[in-house]
């Protein structure tokens, strides 16, 4: 027998699996990366600082680590300032970006702050779902300077400065009654300045991403009661809309991002038919697409009543879409307090709307949500 042969006579030896590669679609410039956990990072007293991991770490120590540092983004199309990463989305499936979309003063940051709270109190634990942070940093910052200010002190919150893109917060969504492999879903949050909104550049970039819309209206802008700020601001709320969808549009007939239309502040319109209904109607853990829809039906009248045309774009250009009654401090502030503190109300309902249109939460009626 031939050496060559002999050599097809062997066994053959398995090659070993090759070592994964976590990768992950940057949430803030859009690139595929690869995270590089050889380069981490710690964020303290405001800032990044590299660490560096012995070989000799303890495996349950290491992944301890892991979970709460961060990588630089390579950023390969070199289109966006230098940002970080938690390490920890590359843990998961893509996220789900989703961008509050409004004017300056409409109240997305007290909004935002709002659902986080009622989230950290256990807010979605009736529907079935927990959440977790995926940066702990992050969302413990969060909560220091916007949520536990508003809710634990009545402040008034300032709005985001222009030119701020990054995410706001970072959760990952696993249902409470499903098996330990069911689908975790990182949910990425961002609150971008009205004005940064209305500009086709770097800082709006995130848009093209995001999987779920958040369009906030001020009463006071949309139907010109008390309240309103300026001209100017209710301008900038019907470009902010008009703007956003513009750039989503690809020439199809809808856009696939769901969305959601929040009617903020409604605690303006509490004692108003048919908004004081929906004022006094507090979640009960189901996902009632009947319900959902006669919510949406009355805040489309009530914008349509009052001629608020460019305010309900996004139901004409969305393939689905619901509209909300919401408030997330239940008063007007008195200088930079809130007088009878903050009290939100129905917060957590649009955002349980944006869950059922892109599958985080399943279940009878969810499919049909926005339809």
Not at 28 to 51: F, P, Q, S, T, W
Not at 68 to 91: F, G, I, M, Q, W
Not at 164 to 188: E, F, K, Q
Request: hydrophobic share 40%.
């Amino acid at each position: 027998m031939s050496h060559t042969a002999s050599a097809w006579s062997q066994p053959r030896q398995a090659r070993p699996p090759a070592a994964r590669t976590p990768t992950v679609e940057c949430p803030i410039c859009l690139d595929r990366i690869v995270v590089n956990v050889d380069e981490i990072y710690e964020y303290e007293a405001g800032g990044y600082r590299r660490i560096t991991l012995p070989p000799a770490t303890d495996p349950r120590k290491r992944a301890d680590i892991l979970r709460t540092s961060y990588c630089v983004c390579p950023n390969p199309s070199r289109d966006a300032e230098k940002h970080y990463l938690p390490v920890a989305l590359a843990d998961y499936r893509p996220p789900v970006v989703v961008g509050l979309v409004g004017a300056s003063k409409v109240g997305k940051t007290h909004l935002l702050a709002a659902m986080i709270g009622e989230i950290e109190r256990g807010g979605l634990q009736p529907y079935g779902l927990i959440a977790d942070p995926v940066d702990f940093v992050r969302h413990a910052e969060f909560l220091r300077r916007m949520t536990f200010p508003m809710l634990e002190r009545g402040e008034r919150l300032e709005g985001t400065p222009e030119g701020v893109n990054d995410i706001a917060d970072a959760l990952v969504i696993r249902s409470s009654t499903g098996p330990d492999d069911a689908p975790r879903w990182p949910v990425t949050f961002f609150d971008i300045a009205g004005e940064d909104l209305t500009q086709i550049g770097r800082t709006g970039r995130f848009l093209v991403g995001a999987k779920a819309l958040m369009f906030v209206v001020d009463p006071g802008q949309a139907l010109g009661w008390a309240g309103n700020e300026d001209r100017r601001a209710s301008q900038l709320g019907e470009r902010t809309f008009s703007t956003v969808l513009a750039r989503l549009d690809h020439g199809r007939p809808f856009l696939d991002t769901p969305a959601v239309v929040v009617v903020n502040k409604s605690d303006r319109l509490r004692f108003r038919s048919p908004v004081d209904r929906w004022m006094r109607t507090p979640g009960d853990g189901r996902i009632d697409p009947e319900r959902i829809r006669a919510e949406s039906r009355d805040a489309f009248a009530l914008l349509h009543e009052h001629d608020a045309l460019s305010w309900l774009q996004p139901f004409y250009r969305c393939r689905r879409c619901t509209l909300h009654f919401a408030s997330a401090t239940g008063g007007e502030a008195n200088g930079e307090r809130y007088p009878l503190g903050a009290r939100p109300t129905r917060v957590l309902e649009p955002l349980l709307a944006l869950f059922a249109m892109t599958g985080i939460l399943s279940g009878p009626g969810a499919g049909e949500v926005g339809t």
